[in-house]
């Protein structure tokens, strides 16, 4: 293993040493497989390639200080991939099989999680793609899931530091009742020109508005919104955001240290009424937002330049319990031995 870095780690592809495989055939998912080859053998005509018969999650491992490694809630993104394979007919990978995959990919790739005072994870990338050939617009009979993983730190480069977002209302990344629920490839494609535009003109991400009306907030590109007021925890309610584990998580943290949440419908407006506004995600974590600009309003909504006090807390709270710095009252993470 080369030597590494771990304070300087960014988002990044980095080899691991194994990755683990799992084929769908004759109607049956396979036995895990553990190779050591970072490429696939993939069929000219897979429906991945084609027609974008793909789903893929994010999820991570951390080290704490007592040096055992856990696993983030790996039965939420289990059930999710299972969401996006009936979203877009694929075959649907049990639970169980998803959850062994991810464990084994973190057992083997072990020394790649990095050291508890580096601040930086191990991210799991499960992967599923039609590989069956079809040259019609059908899904495939054979499917491959891929389970790869890799030592990690900050989406965004800055860190917990805030950054500005911006609101285009000529692209959008989701239909109303679209894929946008699901973690599909297709979601993404669709987002990678404004979200370059934005890295170019110096946003950290592109915010969202609801595709039929553009008057609510719906997501960033890569991660959920949040807003702060009145004491409350407010996200957005949307047929046509990705369900995210974190937020999910948030809620739960932010009821426990004395907010109310609120998940509805946000109003364009509202961004004015906000004392805290950030992202958040498995790999953006928290990213604190001090600007949202609305680019074709030439309009800013500013935020301050320091993470607000509840997204400190927020922040740190999670992070403790993803550590194991603090007990794990949830059954939200699972220690690997
Ligand atoms: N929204 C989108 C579009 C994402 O890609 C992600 C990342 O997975 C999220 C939200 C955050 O979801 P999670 O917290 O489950 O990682
Ligand atoms: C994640 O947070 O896991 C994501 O999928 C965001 C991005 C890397 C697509």
């Not at 080290?63 to 979203?87: H, L, P, T, Y």
């Not at 999910?248 to 240290?257: C, G």
Request: charged residues 25%.
């Amino acid at each position: 293993m080369e030597n590494i870095d771990w304070k300087k780690l960014g988002f990044g592809y980095r080899d691991t040493d194994y990755n683990v495989r799992c084929y769908y055939k004759d109607g049956e998912w396979g036995e895990l497989e553990v190779s050591t080859s970072a490429t696939i053998n993939l069929h000219m005509a897979a429906t991945a390639l084609h027609y974008g018969q793909e789903a893929f999650e994010g999820l991570k491992a951390f080290k704490g200080k007592d040096g055992k490694v856990r696993i983030f809630r790996m039965d939420e993104n289990a059930k999710r991939m299972q969401n996006s394979c009936d979203g877009i007919l694929m075959a649907k990978l049990p639970i169980e099989k998803f959850t062994a995959a991810v464990r084994l990919a973190v057992e083997k790739n072990i020394d790649f999680v990095p050291p508890y005072d580096s601040g930086a994870s191990l991210y799991i990338r499960p992967l599923l793609i039609g590989s069956g050939p079809q040259i019609g617009v059908k899904p495939a009979n054979e499917f491959l899931f891929v389970v790869f993983v890799m030592p990690v730190g900050p989406y965004f480069p800055q860190g917990f530091v805030p950054t500005n977002l911006v609101i285009y209302r000529e692209y959008d990344r989701a239909a109303p009742q679209g894929t946008g629920k699901y973690k599909v490839g297709g979601n993404y494609a669709a987002s990678m020109y404004e979200g370059q535009l934005a890295k170019h003109e110096g946003f950290s991400a592109v915010l969202y508005l609801d595709s039929r009306e553009k008057k609510y907030i719906d997501e960033c590109g890569p991660a959920n919104f949040f807003g702060i007021k009145n004491n409350t925890y407010i996200t957005p309610k949307s047929e046509s955001i990705l369900p995210s584990i974190t937020n999910k998580s948030l809620m739960t943290l932010a009821e426990e240290m004395g907010l109310k949440v609120e998940q509805r419908k946000i109003p364009y407006e509202e961004l004015a009424d906000f004392n805290e506004v950030g992202a958040c995600g498995t790999a953006a974590v928290i990213s604190p937002i001090k600007g949202v600009y609305d680019s074709d309003n030439d309009k800013w909504f500013k935020y301050g330049e320091e993470p607000g006090d509840w997204s400190i807390k927020l922040y740190n709270k999670l992070r403790a319990i993803q550590y194991g710095d603090e007990p794990d009252k949830y059954g939200w993470v699972e220690i690997i031995e």
